[in-house]
């Protein structure tokens, strides 16, 4: 018996080992030191900073592989701007807090997390990739990527490819085995939740509260990592990229709020590199997915009211400036894929368009409202919990009469039911099949926005709660 | 102390209510987990794979691409679809988007043409001669005939006559005969080009009937269906219109239903270009 558990053992090591090792080791140093070139001077957490690196270096590589850069010189550039990073983060090393409490909530939080996302990563193991779509597009475009097929043999060009190109990175040195990148997205889930749950200042949160933040943080990551999309599939690791273009978007918009508006409500608004980096995050949705401009456009329009209302900045033309350049980084980030549509030639058809017309005629399929409320009260009741917590915490919200987090947080839900509403409306598939096949999907977006905002309510209660009992 | 633990009460309950919500998933993540680590040195990941994308005949096309350039892919031809099914290209070696048309593999389709041949097909022995006249469907491509047991040592003569004109006509015995894995689809029998590959017969050479006779049978329970595709009898669905005339090359061993054929026009230029199918054919 021992001797099998010990065999057993052996070769889970050698396994993880051969599949992983190489991948994690390099996802873990060149994306954090390849990001320090320009977090130097952040003040955000190390693993936001290297979720950044993950985002930044995947644009890189997009880029490169649009010019025609070789696969080699390509990764010979980013080793070199990585060791650049290493020399500039030695130089800067006595600046850098290397207090790594392990015994900290939040290590304890990504150790238990850290569990589930093993659990998948176990999971895509034993169950080969078979989302028909994933294969065709996602997986397609993470294969073209690392064999570096030129963008006019990719099966789908006119879509952008983040996502892919991060499921490349994980597969690079794991022998292209498609299961390794897709496990690791749970992973990366993980690091993105729990970095912006603990971003958040817990700092007046007594130990009782900040283990129950702690729970909440856990159980949030459980429903997240386990929630499927319908036959069977996870929104995580079935190799489908609607988590990834939801919860980018979600994480970038809501830290940004967080630290600009409800934070620092007298302060002028500054484009330092930590509104910058947050910025990058936001609106690399596009990059994701073609949804991604929606949620773009959400996220912009519902931060610009919440400026508006909830801000004491005077209008002068230096208040002014650094909103321009933040909407000039915005509109460079969200023009990559048409930059590199124009530079390779190709056509991106009506894939990324709005169908204007057919949204300003909608009103003549008013007829088909009930069914849409019939999709979505269906959709609202397979994750019930979710909107009644969200309600509850709502609640809470309104008698601490925190409005400004109420409105940063209803706005984008808000605007997101009128986008689903007019997409379905509007959309010139049969209205049944396509409300079967995307109203959950969309939906999704909405589910993330609950979820991020279920965390801040929790947090501001909790440090209401613990101010009045002291 | 007692005021403030009374004070966190609602802490405590919520935080009660998370490990009860937590736990169950815990522990089952914790078993699955132990579970995996477990059978991660014997589970067959490919055996599963190959089942799980069986319908797709991964393997049969695996064989074949491995010979072409990396990013060709042969015409592939399934009963209710023509192209790459769900993405199968993706799960092939190289990144396989230019299909070459050429190349073609039929996929799941090689079947009797009639289901009961009984009202179709009229049968009479004569001298020992076993002739079989057949109505063909309205759009067809007949690839052989399949024999409904094996028979004895002794050989035949069979001939293949459409439009008062023999189309085919050669000696077989029992090893001429292809065999598979999968039973119901064995003991076919394909009918010789003038090369060392085979014919097909379509809607051109036949129209709507066909004559089969088989030489020197000495038992009356002799027993055969005509194969192909057609898109009346179910064996090829919507996806008659598009399909080529050609050469059969080679089946699958597995599942003769599969074979791989060559556009008939560009036979030569195919030859020339991939020395392998010459090669793959025993003599």
Sequence with gaps: MDNVIYKNLVFAVDFFWNNYFYSIVFLLIIPFFFSYLFTSKSKLPSDINWLFGIIILSIFIILLHAHGLSKNLTFIIIY??????????????????????????????????????????????????VAGDSLAYWWSKTKALYQWQPLNLFLSPQYPHLGSTIWMLAINYADGNEFVGRGLFATLQAIIFISFCFALNLKNLDLASRIVYGGVVVLSYIFLVKLEMGGGLTFTYSGYMDWLVAIIP????????????L??????????????????????????????????????????????????????????????????????????????????????????????????????????????????????????????????????????????????????ILLYYFFIYLVFMSTTSPIEWHLSTTLFRLNYHIIIMMIFSNIMFIKFLLNKYNLRNK | ??????????????????????????????????????????????????????????????????????????????????????????????????????????????????????????????????????????????TGIQFSEAFGNSSHTISFECKNKIISKFIFDKSNLIHSENIPYDNLLKIPNKDKFYKTINKKDCDKTITITISDIKEN??????????????????????????IIILWDKKDARNYLAVNKNNLNKILNKYKFINNSYKD
């Excluded at chain 1, 909830?310 to 208040?319: H, Y």
């Design chain 1, 80 to 129: 070199i701007l990585s060791i650049a990073g290493f020399v500039s983060f030695i130089k800067n090393m006595n600046k850098f807090n290397f207090r790594m409490n392990i015994l900290s909530l939040k290590s304890l939080v990504y150790f238990i997390s850290f569990i589930f996302a093993f659990d998948a990563l176990l999971v895509t193991y034993f169950e080969p990739i």
């Design chain 1, 250 to 261: 979600c994480f970038g918009y809501f830290l940004f709020g967080y630290r600009n508006i």
């Design chain 2, 1 to 142: 102390m007692i005021k403030s633990i009374i004070k966190k009460t609602p802490l405590y309950i919520i935080f009660f209510i998370i490990i009860l919500h937590a736990i169950p998933h815990l522990s089952s993540s914790i078993n699955r987990i132990y579970d995996g680590l477990k059978k991660i040195d014997t589970y067959p990941r490919q055996e599963y794979k190959a089942k799980l994308y069986g319908h797709m005949v991964i393997d049969f096309i695996s064989s074949v691409t491995t010979e072409l350039e990396i990013t060709t892919l042969p015409y592939l031809i399934y009963p209710t679809h023509n192209g790459d099914l769900y993405g199968v290209a993706m799960l092939l070696d190289g990144y396989r988007v230019n299909v070459n048309k050429d190349i073609i593999m039929f996929l799941d389709m090689d079947k009797p043409i009639w289901k009961d041949d009984k009202s179709k097909c009229q049968r009479e022995i004569n001298n020992n001669n076993l002739t079989k006249i057949c109505q063909l469907p309205d759009n067809y491509i007949i």
């Design chain 2, 221 to 246: 329970d002799f027993h055969f269906s005509i194969t192909g595709l057609s898109g009346e009898g179910g064996t090829a669905g919507n996806v008659m219109d598009n399909v080529p005339e050609h």
């Design chain 1, 263 to 412: 934070q620092n409500k007298s302060e002028k608004y500054q484009l330092h590199v930590d509104n910058a980096i947050l910025i990058v995050f936001f609106s690399s949705a596009a990059l994701v997915k073609a949804e991604g401009y929606t949620d773009i456009l959400i996220y912009l329009v519902s931060i610009s009211l919440c400026f508006v209302f909830f801000t004491n900045k005077k209008i002068e033309i230096k208040n002014i400036v650094p909103v321009i350049i933040s909407f000039f980084i915005i509109f460079i980030i969200i023009n990559i894929n048409n930059y590199i549509y124009l530079i390779n030639e190709i056509s991106i058809g009506n894939t990324h368009g709005f169908n204007v017309k057919g949204i300003l005629l909608s009103y003549q399929n008013i007829d088909r409202t009930p069914l849409i409320i019939e999709y979505l009260i269906k959709s609202t009741l397979n994750n019930s919990w979710v909107y009644i917590t969200y309600m509850i915490l709502l609640f809470g919200i309104i008698i601490i009469k925190r409005f400004d987090l109420l409105v940063l947080s209803l706005l984008p």
